[in-house]
């Protein structure tokens, strides 16, 4: 298994307060992602990174903020939370390069976020 | 963008082979994946086809039809553990991103 961990594993939190979840690997893998999943919505792609200091939005970013200080860890940020954003989070790893013809990503636990 | 249709539920026995359709409308895409996943678990990697035709990986066989924007996967001698949500992901071009469909759960019974 990929060396993908998530944290926190669960929250709970209120609307209007700033909510920071972190997916760490140890994989040394370039790329970083963080999806949100729903029912009825599948996997939707918030952020993504391409190597440290280098990030850009999905198809669902608005409302989320992410860094990368360093290539094992990449950081998800709710600076508002609203009741919109209770959902599952996963973070996931692949070791593609830009443009790459294939690509597997390695998914982690998942986070599952209660926005009251 | 990138749209991807597939039935929300199939059920199976033991035994039988199942497959799972997705069809999709994009603007340009580089493979389509499967990916599994289980009730309360993280999605895992199934299968990846690049080019068009069969791919088979054991019990587990994906197709990809570019001229007819589909593809499928094809599980064979259908277990218990294989009760599970399955999504199909286009591999977007220029970009090591996946766009997935809303994914199919199959139940399988005795």
């Known amino acids: 298994d990929a060396g993908i961990t998530q944290s926190p594993r669960h929250k709970v939190t209120e609307t209007g307060t700033p909510v920071t979840l972190r997916c760490h690997q140890t994989?040394?893998?370039?790329?970083m992602y963080w999806y949100r999943q729903d029912p009825g919505h599948g996997l939707r792609l918030i952020h993504y990174?391409?190597?440290?200091?280098?990030?850009d939005k999905g198809e669902v970013s608005d409302g989320y903020s992410v860094s990368r200080s360093k290539t094992e860890d990449f950081l998800l940020t709710l600076e508002s939370a609203t009741s919109s954003q209770t959902s599952v989070y996963f973070c996931a790893i692949s070791e593609a390069e830009r443009g790459s013809y294939t690509d597997t990503q390695y998914f982690g636990p998942g986070t599952r976020l209660t926005v009251l | 963008g990138q749209s991807l249709e597939q039935p929300s539920e199939v059920t199976a026995v033991e035994g039988a082979i199942v497959q799972i359709n997705c069809t999709y409308q994009t603007s340009g895409f580089y493979g389509l994946s499967w990916y599994q996943q289980h009730d309360g678990g993280a999605p895992t990697f199934l299968s990846y086809n690049a080019l068009d035709g069969l791919e088979e990986t054991g019990r587990f066989s994906s197709f990809l039809s570019r001229s007819d924007s589909y593809g499928y996967l094809l599980l064979q001698e259908l277990q218990m553990k294989d009760s599970a949500s399955y999504f199909c992901?286009?591999?977007?071009?220029?970009?090591?991103?996946?766009?997935f469909g809303k994914g199919t759960m199959l139940l399988v019974s005795p």
């Open positions: 990174s391409y190597g440290v200091k280098d990030t």
């Open positions: 992901a286009v591999l977007n071009s220029g970009y090591s991103t996946l766009t």
């Open positions: 994989e040394n893998h370039r790329y």
